[in-house]
T-cell receptor
Framework: DTEVTQTPKHLVMGMTNKKSLKCEQH?????MYWYKQKAKKPPELMFV???????INESVPSRFSPECPNSSLLNLHLHALQPEDSALYLC?????????????FGPGTRLLVL | EDKVVQSPLSLVVHEGDTVTLNCSYE??????LLWYKQEKKAPTFLFML????IEKKSGRLSSILDKKELFSILNITATQTGDSAVYLC??????????FGAGTRLFVKA
């Protein structure tokens, strides 16, 4: 089983709203990732959590705030976003143990900021 | 600065052709190289490569890594229209930072 789930599938929000994206995996993976993907571009890494600790923040603006409440869950809290933040937000997870670094992606949340 | 470069950026072939997609990289602290296929949704995993010269195969797809020359290739034989997609190469470095190449957009004509 290599399933990563993400909710919601689609989200429309205004620039003053606060919303959260959720990602879940039950594969025992110890690394979880947030990526942003714009149309016709590759995924861009935003954050990496390994063993529930934030290990990489790719200079992401503070209007994006990640949270890893436990080893199965990863949230991305959104506040005061800009229209240019509209994109597909992808979550991924990787086992890490035994050098298993393959990242399995969830289906993504398509975000539109008005 | 770490970078991953894929070529060609796009490719149009006919069914039955063989294609070779290229991925070169310049990174510090290389850990692994990943290949993905992306259609109109999230990327799906194809291969993970960590050692030079060991070919990985899955059906009509195969891939190999050259850590001395810093590149990998993805081969697809007997292409089918269902192979039409964007093929993404990603390199994982220390701390599990992951850098994606721009992708190769493959279109297979019937």
């Amino acid at each position: 089983d290599t399933e990563v789930t993400q909710t919601p599938k689609h989200l429309v929000m205004g620039m003053t709203n606060k919303k959260s994206l959720k990602c879940e995996q039950h594969m025992g993976h110890r690394a979880m990732y947030w990526y942003k993907q714009k149309a016709k571009k590759p995924p861009e890494l935003m954050f990496v959590y390994s063993y529930e600790k934030l290990s990489i923040n790719e200079s992401v603006p503070s209007r994006f705030s990640p949270e890893c409440p436990n080893s199965s869950l990863l949230n991305l809290h959104l506040h005061a976003l800009q229209p240019e933040d509209s994109a597909l937000y992808l979550c991924a997870s990787a086992r890490l143990a035994g050098a298993q670094e393959t990242q399995y992606f969830g289906p993504g949340t398509r975000l539109l900021v008005l | 600065e770490d970078k991953v470069v894929q070529s060609p950026l796009s490719l149009v072939v006919h069914e039955g052709d063989t294609v070779t997609l290229n991925c070169s990289y310049e990174v510090t602290n290389f850990r692994s190289l990943l290949w993905y296929k992306q259609e109109k949704k999230a990327p799906t995993f194809l291969f993970m490569l960590t050692s030079s010269g060991i070919e990985k195969k899955s059906g009509r797809l195969s891939s190999i890594l050259d850590k001395k020359e810093l590149f990998s290739i993805l081969n697809i034989t007997a292409t089918q229209t269902g192979d039409s997609a964007v093929y993404l190469c990603a390199v994982v470095t220390g701390g599990f930072k992951t850098i994606f190449g721009a992708g190769t957009r493959l279109f297979v004509k019937a």
